[in-house]
């Protein structure tokens, strides 16, 4: 079993920043994709920004320029640093993964969820 761990969501107002992590641990042979969803309510889910084992990255159009994803390969964490941030950034913030286990099948992990609310 992989379980995937956010943090670091919360109030901000319009304008600034915030951090998120995803930690995923359990029986980990290797994790291909990485990525964060959002969903705002009312609205369906979408890919925010996504990154490769090899370290390539691509991102929503809404958020470029704003947000950047990284991932710490021997910790198996991934980020989302979240610049000038707007009210319209407001959802709930889902961390994902693409990831190989023990037996060396590839499954599909979600996350539980981390609110981002940004005050005008």
């Known amino acids: 079993q992989v379980q995937l761990v956010e943090s670091g969501g919360g109030l901000v107002q319009d304008g600034g920043s915030l951090r998120l992590s995803c930690a995923a641990s359990?029986?980990?042979?290797?994790?291909?994709?990485m990525d964060w969803y959002r969903q705002a309510p009312g609205k369906q889910r979408e890919l925010v920004a996504a990154?490769?084992?090899?370290?390539?990255?691509n991102y929503a159009d809404s958020v470029k320029g704003r947000f950047t994803i990284s991932r710490n390969n021997a910790k198996n964490t991934v980020y989302l640093q979240m610049n000038s941030l707007k009210p319209e950034d407001t959802a709930v913030y889902y961390c994902?993964?693409?990831?190989?286990?023990?037996?060396?099948?590839?499954?599909?992990?979600w996350g539980q969820g981390t609110q981002v609310t940004v005050s005008s």
């Open positions: 994902h993964g693409n990831i190989v286990t023990a037996d060396r099948f590839e499954y599909s992990y």
């Open positions: 359990g029986s980990i042979f290797s994790i291909n994709v």
């Open positions: 990154i490769r084992s090899g370290g390539s990255t």
